[in-house]
């Protein structure tokens, strides 16, 4: 569990100084993240992480391609698998989709729970 936690934490060090502003470090960060974790996560079968870490560095290289079609939909497609959905996974998936849809990440959390939570009693 403190790999898994490990990750997490230096994951989420990454979106906090992107949503600071701190691109550059931001960039920096994930950099290292790749170059520590990648074959970890690889071999652990977790390549959804560097899914999500692709669509990051992305966004950290061109702000605008959150307004892609197949930008969004890679980023929604993460979000669909309900096999790994925890709520670190939604939450992270939710930093980007919130990116285009002008909301806090919070509320896109909130929201994909609700559907979630109603999809599931039907």
Known sequence: MGMLWTIRKNLMEVLV?????????AVSRLS???RRYS???TETHEERVLHFV????????????VFNPVFQKTAVDL??????????????ISWLIAK???KSAYQIVLQHLSSRHTSENI
């Open 17 to 25: 100084h992107a949503q600071f502003g701190h691109i550059e470090l």
């Open 32 to 34: 290292s993240f790749k």
């Open 54 to 65: 692709s669509l990051v560095e992305k966004y950290f290289n061109k702000p605008d391609i």
């Open 100 to 102: 285009w849809e002008k």
């Open 79 to 92: 979000l669909k698998n309900k096999e790994h959905a925890d709520i670190f996974h939604i939450c992270f």
């Open 39 to 41: 074959g970890f996560l």
